[in-house]
């Protein structure tokens, strides 16, 4: 079976999408007819398009959509009657009813596809580029192929090989998508170093790949069966796993949340990530898409807010609830960071504009900070930014407060604009030219503490009992984040698969992992908020409509996944 990716860019660079976002129009410029450019802008100029479609992938309203608001972690409900309805795709998403035509599951699709046709052309400009770093480009290239691949598989159970633009791709599926992934990663290593990352493929970003690869390896080659865990392939995951952390070029960071901070870029446990300074004017809707309309983030922007997006499901929430004796703020940092006094200080009303910072984490009840009326902030007479109590002005309701309550589902009482505890992990950027779409953080894929427990979880699943024990990869994250002394975490005791599923769940929530994980760990199937639906077919999500119809003119070219 085959699929037809007709390719692809323009080296300087221009897409032209036709009908289906499926059928790209090729027009690849070779050194002769890119006269006046430097052996190094052409290299350049192929390598840059094969990173550019990640942006527009972890948009809020594409990865992040399909892999959290479809799981127990996030919901979206139709605010108020009013907001986020969009033709209950976010409903059907979270209750696994998801149609063909979805519009979220079509433009992660159409931008996954568009990123391994620019990976292809990139592949066959760099063969013959004198350049010195093509060698390196053209790893990178395959790296990025195999990496939108994997996403590919994952999401939809398919996979795309194509080495030549003017020959129609071959549709991959099960273990020979998996092995495809896995021989190009593996062929890419020895050529990479670590001296370019986060922002690209290095060594230890395809070492991390590869570790994630074999710890699915038997949910991708049986995607509709009880995922498998070969003692060989948990072997390979901690190897590589191993490698990276040896290799002592990465480091756990001790503030939880600098990790997600504006200024990221630098951060040593990041080993792969979405490149978002602002010269490559990326998007900053990680930040603003679950918190309130009423919350302002920036004293320098006024129409810098939330826009009232998914809360935590009461399910998720009470994870952290019933894992502590406490409430969940005082025993772990990495559910919630003060930044404003006011909550624990009602007098503190008056904030300096330069060390104004919203609380980070999981935010709950009465919500304070910048208030804005008739468009500008109020402002104490010191001149410092006033902070008080916020209420739905935006919203029209000028006496509704911002008060974030635990229920959040599809019921009129569930689905008000301030139902759902708000997760608020990325910060908004300080230094962006609008302070909501634009923003510095780098969007984290692969970071250090996944490499430990992925090899926790490799281990815990072989039963091996070596030094590196799981529940001592896992306390090493765990007992990492100590930057604030007000909040001491504690170790586990021990460590079984449902409290391994748990910490992945404290330590990587809102970061587009909880539908795989889910997946593997074999509760995808499960029960929350609205959902019921225990149908194994909706593991994988609809292909869209649009490309199926796209590439009917070749009969069996694109078959619809079981269950659509």
């Not at 100029?45 to 127990?72: C, R, V, W």
């Not at 391994?116 to 093509?134: C, E, F, W």
């Not at 589902?409 to 139902?419: C, K, R």
């Not at 992992?513 to 194994?536: A, L, P, S």
């Amino acid at each position: 079976m085959s699929k037809r990716i007709t390719n692809l860019l323009l080296l300087v660079v221009s897409l032209t999408i036709l009908d289906s976002c499926t059928k790209l129009t090729e027009k690849v410029l070779d050194e002769t007819s890119a006269a006046g450019l430097t052996e190094k802008q052409i290299a350049d100029g192929f390598i840059a398009p094969t990173y550019a479609k990640l942006e527009d992938i972890f948009m809020h309203t594409n990865y992040f959509a399909l892999q959290e608001i479809s799981t127990d972690e996030a919901v979206l409900p139709y605010r108020g009657g009013t907001d986020w309805g969009d033709n209950g795709i976010y409903m059907q998403l979270h209750k696994h009813e998801n149609v063909s035509s979805d519009a979220n599951v079509r433009n992660t699709w159409n931008n996954i596809l568009q990123g391994i046709s620019r990976g292809v052309t990139a592949v066959n400009g760099l063969k013959t580029s004198k350049d010195p770093n093509a060698a390196k480009y053209l790893a990178e290239a395959r790296g990025m192929i195999a990496y939108y691949n994997l996403l590919s598989l994952d999401l939809w159970g398919v996979a795309f090989k194509k080495e030549d633009p003017l020959v129609t791709s071959t549709v991959l599926r099960g273990k020979e998508a998996i092995d495809y992934i896995k021989s190009e990663l593996l062929a890419i290593e020895p050529t990479l170093d670590n001296t370019t990352g986060p922002g690209r493929i290095t060594q230890a970003a395809v070492q991390g790949l590869l570790a994630r690869v074999y710890l699915n390896y038997g949910v991708y080659t049986n995607i509709y069966s009880a995922a498998t865990f070969a003692a060989a392939d948990m072997a390979k995951v901690v190897e590589y796993c191993d490698k990276i952390i040896n290799n002592n070029a990465f480091a756990l960071a001790t503030d939880y949340f600098s990790l997600f901070n504006d200024n990221n870029h630098t951060n040593k446990e990041l080993i792969f990530a979405v490149d978002q300074r602002a010269d490559l004017a990326g998007h900053n809707r990680m930040a603003y898409f679950s918190i309130s309309g009423d919350q302002f983030p920036l004293p320098a922007y006024t129409g810098a807010n939330g826009t009232d997006g998914p809360g935590i499901t009461t399910e998720f929430y009470r994870s952290w609830v019933n894992a502590y004796s406490v409430d969940p703020a005082l025993a772990d940092p990495r559910f919630y960071k003060e930044n404003l006094s006011i909550y624990t200080n009602g007098i503190d009303t008056c904030v300096d504009a330069a060390s104004f910072n919203i609380n980070r984490g999981i935010l709950r009840g009465q919500q304070y900070g910048l208030i804005r009326k008739n468009g500008v902030f109020l402002k104490c007479v010191s001149g410092k930014m006033l902070v008080g109590k916020l209420f739905y002005d935006t919203r029209s309701k000028p006496t509704k407060p911002v008060d974030f309550t635990e229920l959040c589902d599809f019921t009129t009482a569930g689905s008000d604009y301030n139902t759902g505890y708000r997760v608020e992990k990325y910060e908004f950027s300080k230094t962006s030219v609008s302070g909501r779409n634009f923003g510095e953080h780098d969007i984290v894929i692969l970071r250090l503490a996944d490499i430990y427990m992925m090899r926790a979880e490799a281990n815990l699943r072989a039963g091996t009992t070596a030094s590196a024990t799981p529940l001592a990869d896992v306390n090493k994250v765990r007992m990492a984040r100590t930057a604030t002394s007000s909040v001491v975490p504690t170790p586990l005791a021990s460590i079984t698969l449902d409290n391994l599923f748990r910490e992945r769940g404290f330590e990587f929530y809102w970061e587009c992992q909880r539908r795989t994980d889910m997946i593997r760990f074999g509760k995808y199937e499960g029960v929350w908020t609205e959902k019921t639906n225990n149908d194994v077919k909706k593991r994988l999500l609809p292909i869209p409509q649009t490309s199926i119809d796209a590439t009917s003119i070749e009969s069996g070219y694109l078959v619809q996944n079981q269950g659509y």
